[in-house]
């Protein structure tokens, strides 16, 4: 991924946040040793924002699309209370199980709850309302996401879009991914339902709630 801010000052961000919990520390570690994509995870700036939404919103119900290793459901799920809960959907059901080792070693594990199957189709099953949703999986659905997670958002919820910069590609969108992504973006800022602000922190994180 191609930081839109200049990596150096991307890092210092990063150094002057607060320190990551150490199972996370270990496995972001895990996620860059053993995994391919890494640079998918959203890291500690986006975690670190979510879980700033999560506590400011007092959100209980969380829904993300893209467990992966399972790194910003985690983070989520150590802002929410103790009842509290996440949702994650992966298509992936390897994604379950690495993810599951770190869950496990924290009682904050327990509050998330993970659905395999493609988004779309999982999507369809749930009822809501999320008080939070973080999207950020396959990227050519994110239309359709959007339009899903909207009908599942709470009246005073937050919907949080990631890459939506895509290393700067939405400037002159050529793959379906990049169009996709674009074509989100000139949505949501016409659409009449909603506010959102769109900041260049990491790859582009769009944060929108409803009017
Ligand atoms: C960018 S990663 C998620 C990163 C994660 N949120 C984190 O911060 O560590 C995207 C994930 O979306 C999943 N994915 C891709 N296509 C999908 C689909 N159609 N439905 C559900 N998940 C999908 C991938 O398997 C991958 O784990």
């Known amino acids: 991924m191609h930081f839109i801010v200049p990596e150096n000052i991307d890092k210092y961000a990063d150094d002057h946040s607060s320190p990551l919990p150490p199972v996370l520390e270990e496995l972001k570690d895990y996620t860059y040793a053993n995994i391919r994509g890494a640079g998918m995870i959203s890291d500690k700036l986006v975690g670190g924002l979510l879980q700033t939404l999560i506590f400011a919103t007092g959100a209980r119900h969380v829904l993300e699309l893209g467990l992966f290793t399972g790194f910003s459901a985690l983070m989520m799920a150590h802002a929410l209370p103790e009842d509290g809960t996440v949702t994650s959907c992966d298509i992936d059901p390897e994604a379950e199980r690495r993810a599951r080792r770190f869950f496990d070693k924290t009682p904050h594990g327990k509050k998330i709850s993970v659905r395999i199957g493609p988004a779309l189709e999982t999507l369809e099953g749930l009822t809501g309302p999320y008080d939070l949703i973080f999207i950020d999986a396959d990227k050519v659905n994110y239309p359709d996401y959007y339009e899903r997670c909207l009908e599942l958002l709470a009246a005073n919820g937050v919907m949080v879009v ?22 989100l973006n000139k949505r949501v800022a016409a659409d009449p339902r909603v506010h959102n602000v769109l900041l260049t922190i990491r790859d582009g994180l769009n944060v929108i709630r409803r009017r």
């Open 162 to 183: 990631d890459n939506v910069l895509w290393s700067g590609r939405v400037l002159d969108p050529q793959s379906d991914d990049d169009k996709a992504i674009a074509a």
